[in-house]
């Protein structure tokens, strides 16, 4: 009777007839090392600067769904009052997927790249945090292609609180708006028998006044700027 073939003996015979067990663990140790140390010259190129505006990158290999120009980009930061840096201003920590998408592409387009920018929420690049950080590879002539994404989405109503910090037109309507509602809130009467319109604005200019006082001095105090100023800001008090 013929007995089986176990293939993985058959591979294991091969396989030794070629190398030895110390030789092959030394061609997967020196694997295991050259791994590491790109993986470390990532790292290294993602916290130091990086001075460049493109990158070689072979076209067809490309996914046109990944690139975005810097006008798209800057929108975006504007509406939701978030900032597209130089990775090195990065605080928080850039996760190993993110390491890997970048050894893949640069394997994939036989290139180092360079000039990696990150769009995320200001306060990520001072603090550790979880929200939606994007990581950027410049393309050249403005366009930027899309590494890689982690952390959690942004909040769903984050566009309609960051629409105040647009202009100086917007906050000022919402202290008006602000002004206005909390006018309505006094009662009638508080400080005279007969409510008149007369008392109504001058209460409300009041209101108006008190809010936008507090408003200033916390602009000022805080060193704040509105959103189009700040998109790609690297200082600290923006």
């Known amino acids: 009777m013929l007995s089986r073939t176990n293939i993985q003996e058959v591979l294991s015979k091969k396989r030794n007839?070629?190398?030895?067990?110390?030789?092959?663990?030394?061609?997967?140790?020196?694997?295991?090392n050259k791994n590491q140390n790109d993986?470390?010259?990532?790292?290294?190129?993602l916290?130091?600067?990086?001075?460049?505006?493109?990158?070689?990158?072979?076209?067809?290999?490309?996914?046109?769904?990944?690139?975005?120009?810097?006008n798209h980009i800057k929108?975006?930061?504007?509406?939701?009052?978030?900032?597209?840096?130089?990775?090195?201003?990065?605080?928080?920590?850039?996760?190993e997927e993110a390491i890997s998408q970048i050894r893949e592409l640069e394997n994939k387009h036989h290139t180092t790249l360079n000039g990696l920018k990150i769009l995320a929420p200001s306060k990520l690049f001072k603090l550790?945090?979880?929200?939606?950080?994007?990581?950027?590879?410049?393309?050249?002539?403005?366009?930027?292609?899309?590494?890689?994404?982690?952390?959690?989405?942004?909040?769903?109503?984050?566009?309609?609180?960051?629409w105040p910090f647009k202009s100086i037109v917007n906050l000022t309507v919402i202290v008006v708006l602000i002004s206005y509602l909390m006018t309505l809130l006094v009662p009638d009467g508080l400080f005279s028998k007969n409510s008149t319109n007369?008392?109504?604005w001058i209460i409300f200019f009041f209101m108006f006044k008190c809010l936008a006082s507090v408003v200033i001095f916390y602009g000022f105090a805080l060193g704040k700027n509105f959103n189009p100023a700040i998109w790609n800001s690297k200082y600290f008090n923006a």
């Open 39 to 45: 993986r470390q010259l990532i790292h290294n190129r």
């Open 128 to 162: 550790e945090d979880k929200d939606d950080p994007l990581l950027f590879a410049p393309i050249g002539n403005g366009y930027y292609y899309l590494v890689h994404k982690w952390g959690n989405d942004l909040h769903p109503l984050r566009k309609t609180l960051m």
């Open 47 to 70: 916290s130091t600067h990086q001075k460049a505006n493109s990158n070689s990158f072979d076209i067809d290999l490309l996914e046109s769904n990944r690139i975005y120009h810097l």
């Open 75 to 95: 929108d975006i930061c504007i509406n939701y009052r978030l900032r597209f840096l130089d990775s090195r201003y990065f605080k928080g920590e850039i996760p």
């Open 17 to 32: 007839k070629e190398t030895s067990s110390l030789e092959i663990l030394a061609q997967v140790q020196e694997i295991l």
């Open 198 to 200: 007369a008392q109504f």
